[in-house]
């Protein structure tokens, strides 16, 4: 399976989120992450995609409420389209990053390497302010949920952006 049209295994830094079903959270840290990346000029040094563990959602839209709340912080998630996560994608990835311990727990069972076991981190792990160590799933709740798990995703994926924005600056020529 490939990792999709648009992702770019030549980049510098490559990362995906995997949840679930990958129609909430990982969309969510995909489009905050991206934004990130357009807004620091490094599009074609870091490549972001996301992913599900499980094959529920292959093919379809984000959850609408994710597609909301992105809308809200001026984000845009409604081209996105589910996919699983294939254990071939290891290779070309340098940071699997998850939402919860279930997540971890299969990603890892999936890794045939300690190596590619070490790529799968939890997001929240990067944001030394947060209390949580698991991002909710907001997918059985109502939109205010989907508001607070966009809020704990941008300081996550923006703590994270910090941790490796200054190898990628060292990395350009």
């Known amino acids: 399976m490939s ?16 949840c679930t079903g990958n129609i909430c959270r990982s969309p969510m840290a995909e489009a905050v992450f991206l934004d990130l990346v357009r807004r620091s000029g490094r599009e074609g040094a870091i490549a972001v995609t996301s992913a599900a563990t499980g094959d529920w959602h292959v093919g379809e839209s984000a959850d609408r409420r994710t597609v909301d709340a992105l809308a809200r912080r001026g984000l845009d998630g409604a081209a996105h389209r589910a996919k699983q996560f294939d254990a071939d994608w290891f290779d070309d990835l340098d940071l699997v990053i998850v939402f919860d311990r279930s997540q971890e727990r299969t990603l890892k069972s999936w890794a045939t390497t300690e190596q590619d076991r070490s790529k799968v981190q939890l997001l929240l792990d990067f944001d030394p302010e947060s209390a949580a160590s698991e991002v909710p799933d907001p997918y059985y709740s109502d939109a205010a949920l989907f508001d607070t798990v966009l809020g704990m995703i941008e300081r996550a994926c923006t703590a994270l952006y910090r941790q490796i924005e200054p190898g990628i600056r060292q990395g350009a020529s």
């Open 3 to 18: 990792l999709g049209r648009t992702f770019d295994t030549t980049a510098r830094f490559r990362l995906c989120f995997v």
